[in-house]
């Protein structure tokens, strides 16, 4: 593509895992050109002092958001914490189109976001314009979006095996368990002691039980599927892994209803999607390794020895379909690109 | 102790994980005397060969099973596979008595046996006197036992949560999802593909889903319990760690109970117990690390956000709690000694 | 590029992997068409039986060697144990280029290999025209090549970096210190209990002290470069990672020279090169986890406190640079292609 | 033991990895009771608030250190930071001996410290009586010491097969190449970026490389074995395992010497020594899985390839006998219990 017709990307927020895999997608994408990056702590230093992997990399200097000049930028990436987000992205100039990877948009109530993240949602007004960016399920909104909420790693892995079955009819509202086990990258790159490998390492543990804060972004998704409010019990466990979101899910059949109708469904839905492959009945069991580095969503789906049961299990990376990836591919639809442009690349295994 | 009365002992295929770790502990056990190691493939070695971290450890050599002489034994473990246990084990004077850690004489009924592992029981009249080891809950039984069958790894972790909730009738028979994440060590030292580092680490994979033997066991223990007889889900996953098991229960509530009502009645049920624990409400959640190399399980017990619902929580290391170190609780129930002998050892952590 | 001109692959021994990074990389590659993978034990099974994260790619199944039609190949990729390779090469028509992965052709005196090998070299007179395709070094050689002999991922981390040095006379050549510290998968997928992950995490652990079959490999190309025989200290180290090799190498500065003087020499040798970096003095040390999954390697140098001495580091991927990324470079070079090609994947960090 | 002739112990910084291993010792000793335990940020807490796995332990509350009572206290362990620890220590009535497991009394010169440690010495004064414990070299020394600067891991490791060699003469002491490859918990619980779970797993780097701060530890004690001055090569790396040190080190062989010299010598030096074990030359490799958990450490020795030349490796899990099991050692000798008290414990393996 010639260089006068790339897109011409700020990512802020450039320091942590989801920046840095941004980069990692973006440095190899033929239409993308990153034109500005910034890290408020890291300001002033080359991007290769903090992401080491890029150091011969061909990148612009980390500055401070302030410093960027936004006429030379059609997109942002905002790779920032949740809650600084929202005023960051409400300053930039609305001629710049926005894939916001943080929670802040995600939630389209207000009051939601008030209740589980603790403090007033402070740029209200824009919530208003996000679009959620599941790309599988919300395509047709993001490709007008000027701000896409990128979705969470959790609420991806739930989402694309229960959205197509709740639309189908096929499963209870009433009763879905999602126990979910995730690699460390999910929390980020913030320095905070549950983080340490020592703590990790050589162990599993389960953590905001019933209370953690991808449960309302879930409910919300499945939610409209179904046509009517949805709770759901959602469980996480970390593991010591860097990349990777294992899901399982617990469903119970609708009347008359097995679990291959089920797998046939998302079959159907999913048959032309380049990204979320249904696995055969005769396959191994799902697992991260196969997805790893990759913008794959695989979905398995098994009878339950309980009748009128099934279960589900999703697998993706975390850092790829999880975040940096789908906000690759929420860009590629936004700006009219080949869906899988810059995403290519297969799993790393082993 | 002098040595005139300890306890001596065989211990039977001495070169895998569970044979080690039985090891471990009895050679610090204060009424242990190791008097017989076998191991087929390695017979004629010194142990030290196959467990190098054992070699300074005064042992005697590894023979042939038909080299022991069982004058000189008082208990024998068996750490010995499946199938493979039940004719080795029917070989063995009636002087001797036995714990053990195979799946061979755990399921009760001898048609169970053969519809889960594929061929008939090679030992059936034995299997009538065998005595199902959960030491909490049959500790009486196994006291008098000749033949103790050690409880599998995933049945411990679900059994001991779930059994004193079913007797109390505090939760719904019907509607319980047993979500089990183990280490690998859970697979034994057997060389297969599947158990290769490079097959394992960074990664998660869910594994016989719907289909796993340890069903049936967990099944026995909790019909036991109930008073009739009861279907579970049971999904294990393989995680990247030597030791430890977590698993996530997901239960019905009976009419007008709640999570409080539960870890109330746990907490009755276990208050005198050494090594099981249950959590108090501002405890973090369950982690297998504060338990690795311990034989404590933990147990954490939470509401649900699906109403009517809770969650139990269950950590132990599989080859302490799981096997090894319950297979020495048992043996020191079996021969009247303080039931934590040789079992105070703390987790390693980190 | 137009199908009709593509490189009609095959990749012998497809099933571990060196072939399965090989068919990461050569899906990928603009000019690479597969028409033929091998497996003798899992021939007949397509190739996510034993690939799953390529279970979605159109791949030819795996079959036999002897069904492969050479006809319609024109590169093979030879995957296989070392001892078999060269029996299975030299029976392949000579209108096929060869780059062997393999220790068969490694070494140019026969005699080397019998004595390393313990047992005769099988194809001693294809030996002769084997090049050793360390690419950054015999690039001139590997254009013209039919066999290239890929280097070990050993002996690469330590020839790259001191090649240039012993040809620059800029350090001893009889005290020459190589200790080196490798992920599992350099050791192949071979099923064996020293590669299980419970012998493997939480542990390092020596191994083919001062014998180690990569050491002839490593004298040879050292002793090509100083024009004269050199024999090397190597000490390898096996570790809890997947991929990667750091090697450490400690060095005898010749007289009146620096480690500055070594830097530059590097710099300068290497300042073209795509994959071989030198970092610059204020950079972090060198880590494996900056080049996981590309192509790179990272060469660090450093003042000794022992006077007249320096420390170099090294590090790449074993599975890329060490094995299936350099096996590419060298057919883009055989086949006259930007040597880049396919290369370009970044580092998977974290 | 009578509790009234227990030893009273205080342990200061008791909530990071040293002082958490130390717990788990000290509370399975049968000569000592743990009276006092300080953290000045968690003080006012329970133990089990920063380290769950002794949530149910008898355990006193975590304090600041200005409201322990001395009186009550026989011995203080220091596992605070250093630079923090020797003004405390300097604070401690006379009457209270101590072990300190930080860097501060370590090294005899005072300006030494200045100029590895960047500050002057604030208790320069206490440094001249501090013992340096190194327990199976300077046991007599120990003995009678009020205050112990318990050995740094790396030393530790390094030291122990050094030292016996150095005093018999076996090796030059200007050529000695120290590579250590450390696991993370060497770095304690302090929370910075470089200790997270996903900096350091799937990774290992070269770090400090010829600077340090143990490195003039290791050279004091090998000037004093050898009577003169040296100075040595030391190089670590950090390596993704909670436990454990791997050293290999090269050596340069005196006149007419050879590795089995160096092997028979230290396995002399080190005959009746319960924790250090020269490995029989049919051993596998040594392995930090084979000690961990224990106060064992493993040494190695082999000819080098290179003529007149050997290579020591050494094995031990840094928390114990690199940290808190050579201090619990050091307190036996100093209040004349049996050396082995309260570390009998066997390695974790797997």
Same mark, same amino acid.
């Given at each position: 593509m010639d260089d006068a017709h790339k897109i011409r990307i700020a990512v802020l927020?450039?320091?942590?895992?989801?920046?840095a895999e941004l980069l990692r997608l973006l440095l190899r994408h033929p239409a993308a050109e990153i034109v500005a990056l910034t890290a408020e702590k890291n300001a002033g230093q080359p991007a290769g002092a903090v992401l080491p992997h890029l150091a011969f $990399?061909?990148? *612009?200097?980390?500055?401070?958001?302030?410093?960027?000049?936004?006429?030379d930028v059609d997109l942002a990436?905002?790779? @920032? =914490?949740?809650?600084?987000?929202?005023e960051v992205i409400a300053a930039i100039p609305k001629s710049v189109r926005v894939v916001d990877l943080s929670a802040d948009f995600r939630l389209a109530g207000i009051h939601d976001y008030a209740t589980w993240y603790g403090h007033p949602h402070r740029a209200p007004e824009l919530q208003k314009d996000a679009v959620y960016g599941l790309t599988e399920i919300y395509r047709d909104r993001v490709k007008g979006a000027r701000l896409v909420a990128n979705p969470g790693c959790y *609420?991806?892995?739930?989402?694309?095996?229960?959205? =197509? @079955?709740? /639309?189908?009819?096929?499963?209870?509202?009433d009763d879905i368990i999602i126990?979910?086990?995730?690699? %460390?990258?999910? #929390?980020?790159? !913030?320095?905070?002691q549950a983080n340490l490998y020592a703590e990790v390492a050589e162990g599993i543990s389960a953590y905001g039980i019933a209370s953690?804060?991808?449960? *309302?972004?879930? !409910?919300?998704?499945?939610? $409209? #599927?179904?046509?009517?409010?949805?709770?759901?019990?959602?469980? =996480?466990?970390?593991?010591p892994m860097n990349r990777g979101i294992l899901t399982t899910i617990y469903v119970k059949l609708a009347s008359g209803k097995t679990a291959d109708d089920l797998r046939k469904e998302l079959n159907r839905f999913?048959?032309? !999607?380049?990204?979320?492959?249904? @696995? =055969?009945?005769?396959?191994?069991?799902?697992?991260?390794?196969y997805v790893r580095g990759s913008n794959g969503c695989g979905i398995g789906v098994y009878a339950d020895r309980?009748?009128?049961? #099934?279960? @589900? %299990?999703?697998?993706?990376?975390?850092?790829? /379909?999880g975040a940096s990836g789908q906000a690759v591919q929420n860009m590629n639809v936004m700006f009219g690109l080949p869906e899988t442009a810059g995403l290519e690349g297969l799993a790393l295994f082993p």
């Open positions: 927020g450039a320091s942590g895992y989801t920046g $990399e061909n990148l *612009p200097p980390l500055v401070k958001t302030g410093a960027v000049d936004w006429k990436f905002g790779c @920032l =914490p949740h809650g600084t987000s929202q *609420p991806t892995s739930a989402q694309l095996p229960l959205i =197509p @079955l709740l /639309k189908a009819r096929l499963i209870a509202t126990d979910s086990k995730s690699g %460390v990258t999910g #929390a980020g790159r !913030e320095v905070k953690h804060r991808h449960t *309302p972004e879930i !409910e919300q998704g499945l939610s $409209e #599927a179904a046509g009517k409010e949805i709770k759901v019990n959602f469980t =996480p466990h970390l593991m999913y048959v032309k !999607e380049p990204f979320v492959k249904v @696995l =055969p009945t005769d396959a191994l069991g799902p697992a991260t390794r309980l009748p009128g049961r #099934a279960i @589900l %299990v999703s697998v993706l990376d975390n850092l790829v /379909k």
